[in-house]
């Protein structure tokens, strides 16, 4: 599933790509992703401009104008199993591939989703008020994204720190992997109810949250134009997992087992030597 480093790193790639330039047109192979794709969607980009593509949680935003001064928003979302491909508009489409966006330079992002559970919108006016967006968390890179945030969030909180920080409305875009990786680097086991966990180790998770996913976005970079268009993970960053699905295998630090539990039908690694409750 794409993650936040993924995401960013498909922004980045698209960027130099895709800003600035002209749509020719749009193609909506198949409009039952998991909301509908706006029937008006080809006619809205048509001849718009892209002003500028930014990320919010999971969400990738497109601005786009047109020359007639109306403005709107294309928001993507990549799903459980959704990736972009860069092609030229001589690529055959194939069987999962729902949604193209083609610019007039040749350029066509192209949506290949199996699972369909993407989602390819349209927003007039301000998108960080649309109703899928508007109640996102802050954003783990942003100021307001801290330990005393994560303090004050956790206060009231039974449920177990693991399941709490990957709560969208508790910060944006923390899923599995980062979260078992981030609480292994901040020595929290992920069990512990959320509401025990004091002010320096808020601190320390907030701090080591940021920093799982930089370097996830980092390893990222480095492979970028692979990225754009090829299956895995966000570059070379599944090599410097130190729990995530390591069963059995000595903790990189204490040399311990590493565990392996289930927490909200997901998989949840970590070490019981070094990771205290
Ligand atoms: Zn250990």
Same mark, same amino acid.
């Given at each position: 599933?794409?993650?936040?480093?993924?995401?960013?790193?498909? $922004?980045?790639?698209?960027?130099?790509?895709?800003?600035?330039?002209?749509?020719?047109?749009?193609?909506? %192979?198949?409009?039952?992703?998991?909301?509908?794709?706006?029937?008006?969607?080809?006619?809205?980009?048509?001849?718009?401009?892209?002003?500028?593509?930014?990320?919010?949680?999971?969400?990738?935003?497109? #601005?786009?104008?047109?020359?007639?001064?109306?403005?709107?928003?294309?928001?993507?979302?990549?799903?459980?199993?959704?990736?972009?491909?860069?092609?030229?508009?001589?690529?055959?489409?194939?069987?999962?591939?729902?949604? #193209?966006?083609?610019?007039?330079?040749?350029?066509?992002? %192209?949506?290949?989703? /199996?699972? &369909?559970?993407?989602?390819?919108?349209?927003?007039?006016? #301000?998108?960080?008020?649309?109703?899928?967006?508007?109640?996102?968390?802050?954003?783990?890179?942003?100021?307001?994204?801290?330990?005393?945030?994560?303090?004050?969030?956790?206060? *009231?909180?039974?449920?177990?720190?693991?399941?709490?920080?990957?709560?969208? *409305?508790?910060?944006?875009?923390?899923?599995?992997?980062?979260?078992?990786?981030?609480?292994?680097?901040?020595?929290?086991?992920?069990?512990?109810?959320?509401?025990?966990?004091?002010?320096?180790?808020?601190?320390?998770?907030? @701090? *080591?949250? $940021?920093?799982?996913?930089? #370097?996830?976005?980092?390893?990222?970079?480095?492979?970028? $134009?692979?990225?754009?268009?090829?299956?895995?993970?966000?570059?070379?960053?599944?090599?410097?997992?130190?729990?995530?699905?390591?069963?059995?295998?000595?903790?990189? &630090?204490?040399?311990?087992?590493?565990?392996?539990?289930? @927490?909200?039908?997901?998989?949840?690694?970590?070490? /019981?030597?070094?990771?205290?409750?």
């Amino acid at each position: 599933m794409p993650e936040l480093p993924e995401v960013e790193t498909t $922004r980045r790639g698209l960027v130099p790509l895709l800003l600035n330039q002209r749509i020719a047109g749009a193609l909506v %192979r198949n409009h039952a992703m998991r909301l509908p794709v706006p029937r008006a969607l080809p006619q809205l980009l048509a001849g718009a401009t892209i002003r500028g593509i930014s990320r919010r949680g999971k969400y990738l935003l497109f #601005d786009c104008a047109q020359a007639g001064g109306q403005t709107g928003t294309l928001i993507l979302h990549l799903g459980m199993s959704g990736r972009l491909w860069v092609v030229d508009q001589a690529t055959p489409a194939e069987k999962h591939d729902h949604f #193209d966006l083609a610019l007039e330079n040749g350029t066509v992002v %192209r949506l290949r989703d /199996p699972r &369909r559970f993407g989602l390819v919108l349209w927003h007039k006016g #301000d998108p960080l008020r649309h109703k899928l967006l508007v109640a996102i968390g802050p954003e783990p890179f942003s100021s307001e994204f801290d330990g005393d945030w994560l303090y004050r969030i956790t206060r *009231h909180r039974a449920a177990a720190i693991k399941l709490v920080i990957m709560d969208s *409305h508790v910060v944006a875009g923390v899923g599995n992997i980062y979260a078992n990786e981030a609480l292994f680097r901040s020595g929290i086991n992920p069990l512990s109810q959320a509401r025990r966990i004091g002010n320096a180790r808020c601190a320390l998770l907030a @701090q *080591h949250i $940021r920093e799982t996913l930089d #370097d996830a976005i980092v390893a990222g970079g480095s492979s970028l $134009r692979d990225y754009v268009g090829s299956d895995g993970m966000a570059g070379n960053f599944q090599s410097q997992f130190s729990v995530y699905g390591r069963e059995g295998e000595p903790c990189p &630090r204490c040399g311990a087992r590493i565990h392996h539990v289930q @927490q909200g039908q997901r998989a949840t690694y970590y070490c /019981p030597g070094c990771q205290k409750r």
